[in-house]
């Protein structure tokens, strides 16, 4: 056995949760004492738990996981989303930046696969890198203007 480099693991997909990662938990109490502790790494697993749960009303909570083993659970900093039949998820920092409904399409037509949450988040997390990578450039070229050369 490898030591454990992460906190958890989601409840829905088994990715691990790193510690000081954001995770999400379910708001209804059941799901969150502290035996079954149910942690998910993003709102769309957060979602598939509720195919079996069957909450009368629920809502994710975002939090972040302690940075070290053993630490206190931090308090809830933000509801994502309400409701069982909400489809539209919310990013709760850095605004989506890529146009998700495309983007679904996208994968859809290609391969009818659907799209998680943790990929469009992904996405962005992405092309904010690429953007900060292209602002350097610019920069060492003596211009104002992030252009298509510089991606
Ligand atoms: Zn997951
Ligand atoms: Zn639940």
Redesign the pocket.
């Known amino acids: 056995m490898s030591e454990e480099l992460f906190w958890k693991k989601c409840a829905s997909c088994k990715k691990p949760i790193v510690f000081g990662g954001k995770y999400q938990t ?3 109490s ?3 004492t502290k035996k079954t502790g ?1 942690a998910f790494c993003c709102v769309a697993c ?1 979602d598939a ?2 195919g079996f ?1 069957n ?1 009368r009303e ?1 809502s994710a909570i975002e939090k972040t996981a302690p940075s070290h083993a053993g630490a206190s659970i931090p308090a809830a900093k933000k509801i994502v989303i309400r409701s069982n039949q909400s489809t539209t998820f919310s990013l709760p920092e850095v605004d989506t930046l890529v146009v998700v409904s495309k983007v679904k399409k996208i994968i859809q037509d290609r391969s009818g696969y659907n799209t998680s949450q943790c990929a469009v988040d992904a996405l962005t997390e992405i092309v904010v890198k690429e953007c900060l990578k292209a602002i350097d450039k610019a920069r060492a070229s003596g211009r104002k203007t992030v252009m298509g050369r510089d991606f």
């Open positions: 379910c708001s209804v059941t799901c969150n149910l957060w738990h509720l749960a909450h629920s």
